[in-house]
């Protein structure tokens, strides 16, 4: 049962283009969304959250748009650069059953490519 | 700020052998959480430890486990090693006061191949 999914296995962008990466989520409980971003080998690297209270959060480059009804969350890299390019991962995490927020549930991820 | 180490990076052990791996968490972190990465199963969470006890636990068999010193330090273990238990094995540390939401650094994981 994949509570969290990542449809798109890759994403193919034009350098200086927007990135739109997306996200669905089955578990009402989750309330505390992630965007990381990885490289082969290396350990994930946050990149920007969003609390359910929100339906958007900007970080510079990098803006998350929460969709609570369609449970769905969406990460906007504008401008897409090169070295955007990467393995893409959200993840979901809640209070379900009054536990803490410790665990977080990954999507499969999206092979991000940014050509220049 | 030091960002989460962990330690060893590679290993390679045998069927049947046992292995612990460490994890130091960002200074003034008190929740550390483990995550198991394969190619099959992508990122799968294990468990997590604050202030020494252990509060979530994933789905995994007994022969994980793992413990949280007070400084906050962490180790995991597997016993009895199967060929499946190759992946990298990912620590995060988070900020975490209580059981509210806070984002999780990871480390850069260590790589365990078992033969």
């Known amino acids: 049962d994949q509570q969290v999914k990542q449809n798109s296995p890759s994403l193919s962008v034009q350098e200086g283009r927007i990135s739109i990466l997306n996200c669905d989520y089955t578990n009402s409980m989750f309330d505390y969304f992630l965007w990381y971003k990885k490289y082969p080998a290396e350990g994930p690297t946050f990149l920007i959250s969003?609390?359910?209270?929100?339906d958007k959060n900007e970080d510079g480059r990098f803006t998350v748009f929460l969709n609570k009804s369609a449970k769905h969350l969406s990460l906007h890299i504008v401008p897409s650069q090169p070295g955007d390019s990467a393995v893409y991962f959200c993840a979901a995490s809640g209070r379900a059953g009054g536990t803490s927020y410790g665990k977080l549930t990954f999507g499969q991820g999206t092979i991000l490519t940014v050509h220049p | 700020k030091a960002g989460v180490t962990q330690t060893p990076r590679y290993l390679i052990k045998t069927r049947g052998q046992q292995v612990t791996l460490s994890c130091s968490p960002i200074?003034?972190?008190?929740?550390v959480s483990w995550y198991q990465q394969t190619p099959g199963q992508g990122l799968q969470f294990l468990f997590e430890?604050?202030?020494?006890?252990?509060?979530n636990k994933g789905n995994f068999p007994g022969r994980f486990s793992g413990r949280q010193f007070s400084n906050s330090r962490s180790e995991m273990n597997v016993s009895t090693l199967e060929l499946g238990d190759s992946a990298l094995y990912l620590c995060?540390?988070?900020?975490?006061?209580?059981?509210?939401?806070?984002?999780?650094?990871f480390g850069p994981g260590t790589r365990l191949t078992v033969t």
């Open positions: 969003i609390s359910s209270i929100k």
């Open positions: 995060a540390s988070s900020a975490a006061q209580g059981l509210f939401s806070y984002e999780q650094y």
């Open positions: 200074s003034g972190h008190r929740s």
């Open positions: 430890y604050f202030s020494e006890t252990q509060r």
